[in-house]
């Protein structure tokens, strides 16, 4: 057996050396850096002592969804 070992390892090369290009390394930095961030912001805001409250003032339509994060992230330190 071992059919399409050797092309299998060429692919893994190519993949490896267009990996490593420098656009490809920072297109990856970015989006691991934004998958952290929205990880970070969404525990503060849940964890937020007022995340219960904003979010039925949001089901209630009496504020909207952009303001009321804008107001947990303030709340959690991160503000624009």
């Avoid at 692919?11 to 490896?16: G, L, Y």
């Avoid at 490809?24 to 691991?32: C, E, H, L």
């Avoid at 934004?34 to 219960?52: F, P």
Wanted: glycine share 4%; charged share 30%; no cysteine.
């Amino acid at each position: 057996t071992g059919d399409g070992v050797a092309a299998l390892a060429d692919a893994i090369e190519a993949h490896r050396v267009t990996a490593n290009q420098p656009e490809q390394a920072r297109t990856r930095a970015a989006n691991q850096l934004r998958r952290a961030i929205v990880d970070l912001s969404l525990r503060r805001a849940t964890g937020s002592s007022r995340w219960e409250k904003t979010m039925q003032e949001v089901a209630d339509r009496s504020t909207d969804p952009m303001t009321a994060a804008q107001r947990l992230m303030d709340d959690s330190g991160v503000s624009s």
